[in-house]
Nanobody, 117 residues
Framework: QVQLVESGGGLVQPGGSVRLSCAASGMLFGIAAMAWFRQAPGKQRELVAELTTDGSSRYTDSVKGRFTISRDNGKNTVALQMSSLKHEDTAVYYC???????????WGQGTQVTVSS
């Protein structure tokens, strides 16, 4: 069973930066995209950024220009560089692998990012 392990969360001041990383514990097959989601208290989980295997990326409007998703294909890792952080970025961030060919998606356990002074 492949697992995704996130790291890099924590407490950061408004305007600061943090980098999240996600690594797969084993071989991943049928990857269509790797992504980051987040869920704030009392809110639904939302897509933050996604990077497909053909190199296309998309971001939710609220993070455009501030967050960057990247992937190391050889190591099956995906990172999220977060800059100019705002209070409203506070959430649990989840790594996700979307797969094709009928394979199930995989989720990480989540990492907390708290933006506060």
């Amino acid at each position: 069973q492949v697992q995704l392990v996130e790291s890099g969360g924590g407490l950061v001041q408004p305007g600061g930066s943090v980098r999240l990383s996600c690594a797969a514990s084993g071989m991943l097959f049928g990857i269509a995209a790797m992504a980051w989601f987040r869920q704030a208290p009392g809110k639904q989980r939302e897509l933050v950024a996604e990077l497909t295997t053909d190199g296309s990326s998309r971001y939710t409007d609220s993070v455009k220009g501030r967050f960057t998703i990247s992937r190391d294909n050889g190591k099956n890792t995906v990172a999220l560089q977060m800059s100019s952080l705002k209070h409203e970025d506070t959430a649990v961030y989840y790594c996700n692998v979307r797969r094709q060919f009928g394979l199930s998606d995989i989720w990480g356990q989540g990492t907390q990012v708290t933006v506060s002074s």
